[in-house]
């Protein structure tokens, strides 16, 4: 199981070899969130050299997403914000990709494992195909047309966000998405969700109560877990790239409150040695900084 990430900047992030097979080139990758039992990854990825792979299937459902550079999928070539997705066992013509090209790459249920195949290779369900898209060219839509997520106790469109489906998996409501907050977007309940969420700023940011997003950070959190009190950047607003492994329902929570209570006995002022270091401490990036709300001292 991916462990709870809340709240990284991948820059904080080492690199590390890329984990391709049969390929031609050279690339590394950031482990934004990495599941050690099964190989499903999070991951940013930045080629080095100009990089090819001949066709074949992946181990594991797979998408890429352009962050910049060039990315050709058998006749197709993807700039910025180019996508393109294929579950396991899917064929996926050959690939090419520019020097100095990033992306974001996902992989879901398996590991690296790619094994040459032909365009014969039949597919492991009969209603899942290769995706590739061009988000770039795709229109944003107003939560109030028709977006899966983001409406009141009331159940009314929150209004100020707009959304690009990328993918959405029919049977089990996985699905990734472009979405879009207009500048000074509010909704002010924690929410939690009956399913995972993961997301990657690309723009813009928001304050939360987890801390601050801006471009290249990241979050991967299991469900259950509550956060909100969302605030959009007043200028430059919020779009980042999101993904649930269901389709995402808000579960809200009012005057919620994080209390301890107790009398200390060998800790605090009159302990010099218990104040520093703090020897249990979440996990945070080194750009976020040490956890400073109250609740948590």
Not at 87 to 98: E, F, K, N, R, Y
Not at 145 to 155: E, I, K
Not at 237 to 258: E, P
Request: aromatic share 12%; with cysteine.
């Amino acid at each position: 199981m991916r462990p709870h990430v809340e709240l990284i900047d991948e820059k904080d992030l080492i690199w590390h070899l890329a984990e391709f097979q049969n390929a031609t080139g050279t690339a590394e990758q950031r482990n934004l969130s990495y599941d050690e039992e099964d190989g499903s990854a999070s991951l940013k990825v930045r080629f080095t050299s100009d990089w090819t792979r001949p066709a074949g299937v992946h181990r594991a459902e797979t998408e890429w997403f352009v962050l910049e550079g060039r990315v050709t999928v058998g006749d197709t070539e993807l700039g910025p914000e180019g996508f393109w997705m294929a579950p396991a066992g899917v064929w996926t013509p050959a690939i090419s990709v520019a020097a100095g090209t990033e992306i974001l790459l996902f992989r879901e249920r398996g590991d690296w494992g790619f094994d040459l195949a032909d365009a014969d290779r039949e597919f492991v369900r009969p209603d899942q195909k290769l995706v590739i898209l061009d988000s770039a060219a795709m229109p944003w839509i107003d939560v109030k047309d028709g977006s899966p997520m983001r409406f009141d106790l009331g159940g009314t469109p929150v209004p100020g966000l707009y959304i690009k489906l990328l993918h959405r998996d029919e049977k089990t409501g996985f699905y990734t998405r472009l979405i879009k907050a207009k500048p000074g977007w509010r909704e002010e309940p924690l929410a939690h969700h009956p399913c995972s969420e993961e997301a990657y700023c690309l723009d813009g940011g928001f304050d939360y109560n987890y801390g601050k997003m801006w471009p290249g950070t990241y979050f991967w959190r299991p469900k259950g877990i509550r956060h909100g009190d969302f605030t959009a950047d007043a200028e430059r607003g919020c779009s980042w790239i999101v993904r649930s492994d269901a389709d995402l329902v808000d579960w809200y929570t009012d005057n919620a409150k994080i209390v301890m209570t107790g009398d200390a006995t060998n800790w605090g002022p009159d302990f010099p040695q218990s104040m520093s270091p703090r020897f249990i401490e979440p996990v945070r990036s080194r750009s976020i900084g040490p956890w400073t709300d109250p609740t948590y001292q």
